[in-house]
């Protein structure tokens, strides 16, 4: 029994030390001593700073001066759309 908690301790060293994770791309605008943030959400594969999300980001962060984020959205077999200024 013992043997076998050691085989599976170091089974779950192994795994876990070979596991990772990456930020996703993402925009921010600061919005200095402001105390209020805005999250955006949009839809699958699309960029942060969409037709809508970055004109409604820009929006809050220039007329309500809040931190604003949006984070891309990962999904498996999106295509992200080629983004746009």
């Given at each position: 029994?013992?043997?076998?908690?050691?085989?599976?301790?170091?089974?779950?060293?192994?795994?876990?030390?070979?596991?990772?994770?990456?930020?996703?791309?993402?925009?921010?605008?600061?919005?200095?001593?402001?105390?209020?943030?805005?999250?955006?959400?949009?839809?699958?594969?699309?960029?942060?700073?969409g037709n809508v999300v970055g004109p409604l980001r820009r929006s809050l962060h220039r007329e309500l001066a809040i931190h604003t984020l949006s984070l891309r959205s990962l999904c498996a077999g999106c295509y992200a759309v080629t983004r746009r200024r």
């Open positions: 029994m013992r043997r076998l908690k050691t085989l599976l301790g170091a089974l779950m060293l192994l795994i876990a030390g070979t596991a990772s994770a990456q930020m996703p791309a993402g925009e921010y605008l600061d919005g200095g001593n402001s105390k209020v943030a805005a999250i955006l959400a949009h839809g699958q594969g699309l960029t942060p700073d």
